[in-house]
């Protein structure tokens, strides 16, 4: 059997990078024989088979032709006569597009190596705009390589503006979309993703609700970067620095959408912003299925970072009643990670990423001793129902009081 390594495993290797997972390309065979050989089929709609041993998919060289929009309007065609620089004709960039025999010897008939050693992201052949999908997975890419210093080439940069601008990239559903936003969330700089999805139009008709921040401004005073875009933009990038967790990353990106139904006539000022942008991200989730874990967070730092950047201004009593709501108090609290996203918001303006963020250590402090206060005689006394919680909220109000009364800035 003639198979060949293809796709990310090969670029990867010749980056020097980690290769995450194989795939391979095999030549001058069918179903039958696939199977005969005890490889596993997966999926009805792709000639894809599982090694017997590795696990590891083998997919048969296969053509592809458009026929509908989108980008499941296609037509496969896989025979034994498929060739390997055909199969590879039918990939999105060139450095997608090398392939490798088992003695390591590459195959590269689009210049993939060249691209890869000039840090560009060039697409193969104009097949490329019947897939919007590619736009996608190029700034996924962006996000991910953007530390090695990787562009997109003009001409493919024309071509995904051109896509976006025929319609093409109407035709992607939202499951697809999150997908590929969810992937850049973990990357290295996810940020890029959003830059690149701007630069050809397509962020307007993919996640309007950011493209609305961009030509926003805010008071200069506390923002000196003034654009609300880009401010969310640097919050995603603090985010990255600061957390992993994809989670806490949307948060900060999100936590501004409110500003972007501030009246013109009120900037820069944003007063309400984070109540008002509530039902944007409510549609924002909605629409693509963002999950519950993302958007709970993500509400939660929208409505309250105002409250998290004036902790020490706060009185105890609208202290404990920030931490009941963010169910700070509730197990499984994820206050850690609300914090996180507004030390962000705070770090995410030019100029401003070095302040410490004190309120974070403040809110988890008090949180802490408010968490651990002695509420068993209140629950043997003869209070009942909403009497119970008011006594405990008293309590907690005195051990925040005391720990604001001793407290000592770390």
Known sequence: MKSYLVGGAVRDQLLGLPITERDWVVLGETPDSMLSQGFRQ??????????????????????????APGYTGFILHATPEVTLEEDLLRRDLTINAIAMAP?????????GQQDLNNRVFRHISPAFSEDPVRILRIARFAARFKHLGFTIA????????????????DALVPERIWAELFKALKEPSPAAFFHTLRACNALERIIPEINALFGVPQPEKYHPEIDTGIHSLLCIDQATILSNTPEIRFAALTHDLGKALSPKENWPSHHGHEKNGLPILQSLC?????????????????????????????????????????????????????VLAC????????????????????????????????????????????????????????????????YKPM
Request: with cysteine; aromatic share 6%.
């Open 42 to 67: 997966v999926g009805k709609d792709f000639p894809v088979f599982l090694h017997p041993k590795s696990q590891e998919e083998y997919a048969l060289a296969r053509t592809e032709r458009k026929t």
């Open 343 to 406: 030390e962000a918001d705070a770090k995410g303006r030019t100029g401003l990423e070095h302040i410490p963020y004190l309120q974070a250590n403040f809110l988890l402090q008090i949180a802490t001793v408010a968490s651990s206060i002695d509420t068993s005689a209140i629950l043997s006394s003869s209070l009942k129902g909403a009497d119970i919680s008011i006594a405990i909220r008293n309590l907690r109000i005195k051990a925040v009081t005391e720990v604001i009364n001793h």
């Open 103 to 111: 003695d390591g010897q590459l195959i590269d008939p689009f210049g």
């Open 154 to 169: 003009k001409e493919t940069q024309a071509l995904m503006a051109d896509m976006v601008k025929s319609g093409e990239v």
């Open 286 to 338: 909605e629409r693509l299925r963002v999950p519950n874990t993302f958007k709970k967070l993500a509400l939660h730092v929208m409505e309250y970072h105002t409250h998290c950047h004036k902790a020490f201004e706060l009185k105890p009593s609208t202290l404990v009643d920030l931490l009941t709501h963010l169910d700070a108090f509730k197990p499984n609290s994820n206050l850690p990670a609300f």
